[in-house]
């Protein structure tokens, strides 16, 4: 029988089996699977020795939209949070349809961007081609997304653990470079020279990318026990581990490998490890597979429980806020997340990918912090928030991200090299 929004099983709710630490685990996870294990080497090719501080500026420009996802998320605890906080603030449908299809895009195309580079590592153990691969891990994580929240979010999990494990052989292989960094502080620290800051910026900009996870940490809202206290909290912890995990890799990135290697790489974690042989360079390739798996997974995840909450709020067809009685997951969602991730993995390359899923999540993170703006302004009593953050936050988040979005900008119109 067809499913629909009007049958009984649509009163079906989403399962609330998340905890803190599992949250937190979920958030990590998916922005070193994002990040680090496939996009150093095109950081370093737009930054050079310079990467460590692009992946700095990237890390305080998100810091106060960070801190807006915190307010907001205890304010109205609820998936596709970004089109309800936009709703409440606004009272715009328009406006809110707008900006749950941004959202719905930077999952989709960052699940894109993380699978292309799932190619390049399974190379080490055997030459297949890209579109077979890629096809077959989107279509995986598809199907596991469809099975169950426990399911998915045990696997991100377990796999979270196996991707810090591959960070901290990195850190350690590269524990000499770290230790003579500070002799190197000259190659590290950019003279004050307009074209050197441009090429930071432009690393900074595709750093940022790295950073995207933790803003899909809010639509997982419903599944999260105990959301208007927890989702602050897992966001922010999230944000200082991963931020502390990519300066460390990529100041030992860039003092390992000859620059034209690193930039040139299309298995960089590999290579690194390689050069210093603490452990065998097939172990870090089967690891950083498993930590792109680990990205694709949670951002299929991500954007199905957007458009199931676009679906519930009335934003999107009916049918897509349906959730299936025994799997208690969002199959129409899910299917349309999965179809579309493959067809975009399959047509672009990495950085472009990147870039793009970058700046629509800018526009993103500019109207949650204008969201914020207006709400604190109105002090709704009924939106209270659990937490609350000086007004300054939304302010400068709005403002740092309005900036970086203007540089690459004039960047992409080629009115700087």
Not at 43 to 61: D, K, R, T, W
Not at 266 to 295: E, M
Request: aromatic content about 8%; glycine content about 8%.
């Amino acid at each position: 029988m067809k499913e629909n929004a009007d049958s009984p099983q649509n009163l079906v709710t989403l399962k609330r089996s998340i905890s803190l630490w599992k949250l937190v685990l979920y958030g990590v996870g998916t922005m070193l699977g994002a990040g680090i294990y496939v996009l150093i080497s095109k950081i370093a090719g737009s930054a050079g020795m310079y990467a460590p501080l692009a992946f700095l500026v990237s890390a305080i420009i998100v810091s106060f939209s960070a801190l807006s996802y915190a307010e907001l998320s205890s304010r109205l605890p609820v998936s596709a949070g970004e089109v309800a906080y936009v709703n409440a603030a606004f009272h715009r449908k328009s406006l809110s349809i707008l900006m749950g299809i941004a959202v719905l895009t930077t999952g989709i195309v960052s699940a894109a961007t993380i699978s292309r580079g799932f190619a390049g590592y399974l190379n080490e153990f055997i030459e297949i081609q890209s579109v077979w691969s890629i096809t077959l891990l989107v279509l995986s994580v598809g199907l596991l997304a469809a099975l169950g929240v426990d399911a998915a979010v045990g696997v991100v999990v377990a796999i979270t653990f196996v991707e810090l494990a591959g960070v901290v052989f990195v850190i350690a292989g590269g524990a000499g470079e770290l230790i003579s960094a500070p002799r190197q502080l000259s190659e590290l620290v950019p003279p004050f020279d307009p074209g050197v800051l441009i090429t930071i910026v432009s690393g900074s900009f595709l750093a940022f990318y790295a950073f995207i996870g933790f803003e899909d940490m809010v639509n997982m809202a419903e599944e999260v026990r105990d959301a208007e206290k927890t989702l602050p909290k897992a966001i922010i912890l999230a944000l200082v581990i991963t931020t502390i995990l990519y300066l460390l890799v990529a100041l030992v990135a860039v003092l390992t490998l000859p620059m034209e290697k690193l930039i040139n790489s299309q298995a960089p974690f590999t290579d690194i490890v390689r050069h210093h042989g603490l452990i065998p360079a097939w172990l870090i390739s089967a690891i950083s597979l498993v930590a792109v798996l680990n990205g694709v997974m949670v951002q299929v995840v991500m954007a199905s429980r957007v458009l199931y909450g676009m679906g519930r709020q009335g934003f999107a067809p009916k049918i897509l806020g349906a959730v299936h009685p025994r799997t208690q997951t969002p199959l129409w969602a899910t299917g349309v997340t999965t179809v579309t991730v493959l067809v975009l993995a399959l047509g672009f390359p990495i950085e472009s990918l990147a870039r793009g899923t970058s700046f629509v999540m800018l526009c993103v993170f500019i109207m949650v912090n204008a969201a914020l703006i207006k709400l604190k302004r109105n002090a709704e009593p009924s939106q209270t928030a659990g937490v609350e953050y000086p007004f300054y936050i939304p302010v400068l988040g709005v403002i740092l991200s309005v900036l970086l979005l203007l540089m690459e900008s004039l960047r992409f119109t080629g009115w700087y090299d």
